[in-house]
């Protein structure tokens, strides 16, 4: 781990410089270990793919004191009893909503329904959420249907639409926006007030996604 100041009251913990599966477990653990901590003095702690940005109250710490708390809090080995919640999410993958599908099987040489079948035999990590609230980035896709985000980004990607850039794959919690390549849609609402994370996925979930038909996402609230 190296410590990095951020501001007077804020830092940033590396675990590393590059996006993997080793580093985002080491990530997982340290953000967890770091939950459980439930230490008043720290604000906000809000984990990515390679670091871990904190916030803390400087009236209680100064930068050498809370790197010492956190030195001796830290794990980032695999703790046994982490709940690891699979978080499911059904998808209607038709192609008036999966707006790339078809340019996909194109360039990948693979059928649409190929592509379905190994989008949804996965289980995906949740690296990081960001870009909006309630958007979390999955990984890692398999290379078959892995694709570079679109040369020219939409103005408006529908709210619900499930996508893939690179080996990454994503859902749009709202209307916005973006460049990647949307494959279905879900009418799962990935951005909730309600909760206390505003969303049903953090870092440290997994993520399995359902094929549906077009008539179960009707029933759920989806909208084409």
Same mark, same amino acid.
């Given at each position: 781990?190296?410590?990095?100041?951020?501001?007077?009251?804020?830092?940033?913990? *590396?675990? @590393?410089? &590059?996006?993997?599966? #080793?580093?985002?477990?080491?990530?997982?653990?340290?953000? %967890? +270990?770091? !939950?459980?901590?439930?230490?008043?003095?720290?604000?906000?702690?809000?984990?990515?793919?390679?670091?871990?940005?904190?916030?803390?109250?400087?009236?209680?710490?100064?930068?050498?004191?809370?790197?010492?708390?956190?030195?001796?809090?830290?794990?980032?080995?695999?703790?046994?009893?982490?709940?690891?919640?699979?978080?499911?999410?059904?998808? *209607?993958? @038709?192609? &008036?909503?999966?707006? #790339?599908?078809?340019?996909?099987?194109?360039?990948?040489? %693979? +059928?649409? !329904?190929?592509?379905?079948?190994?989008?949804?035999?996965?289980?995906?990590?949740?690296?990081?959420?960001?870009?909006?609230?309630?958007?979390?980035?999955?990984?890692?896709?398999?290379?078959?249907?892995?694709?570079?985000?679109?040369?020219?980004?939409?103005?408006?990607?529908?709210?619900?639409?499930?996508?893939?850039?690179?080996?990454?794959?994503?859902?749009?919690?709202?209307?916005?926006?973006?460049?990647?390549?949307?494959?279905?849609?879900?009418? %799962?609402?990935?951005?909730?007030?309600?909760?206390?994370?505003?969303?049903?996925?953090?870092?440290?979930?997994?993520?399995?996604?359902?094929?549906?038909?077009?008539?179960?996402?009707?029933?759920?609230?989806?909208?084409?």
């Amino acid at each position: 781990m190296d410590f990095k100041l951020a501001s007077v009251d804020s830092l940033i913990i *590396y675990f @590393g410089n &590059e996006i993997s599966a #080793d580093i985002s477990s080491k990530v997982k653990n340290a953000y %967890l +270990s770091l !939950q459980k901590l439930n230490c008043e003095g720290i604000i906000e702690i809000i984990p990515s793919y390679s670091s871990i940005f904190i916030t803390y109250d400087i009236f209680k710490y100064d930068y050498e004191k809370v790197v010492e708390l956190l030195k001796n809090s830290i794990t980032t080995k695999s703790n046994e009893s982490n709940d690891e919640k699979v978080v499911n999410i059904d998808v *209607y993958y @038709g192609v &008036e909503v999966g707006l #790339d599908l078809e340019d996909m099987s194109t360039k990948t040489d %693979l +059928s649409i !329904q190929e592509i379905i079948d190994i989008h949804s035999n996965k289980l995906y990590d949740v690296y990081a959420i960001g870009f909006l609230p309630g958007f979390a980035y999955l990984a890692s896709v398999d290379q078959r249907i892995a694709m570079p985000r679109l040369s020219s980004p939409r103005k408006q990607i529908p709210k619900g639409s499930v996508s893939i850039a690179d080996t990454q794959t994503a859902v749009y919690p709202q209307a916005s926006p973006g460049g990647w390549n949307i494959i279905g849609r879900t009418a %799962l609402e990935l951005f909730d007030k309600n909760l206390d994370s505003l969303s049903p996925l953090s870092v440290g979930n997994k993520v399995k996604f359902n094929s549906i038909s077009k008539e179960e996402f009707l029933s759920q609230g989806g909208i084409l």
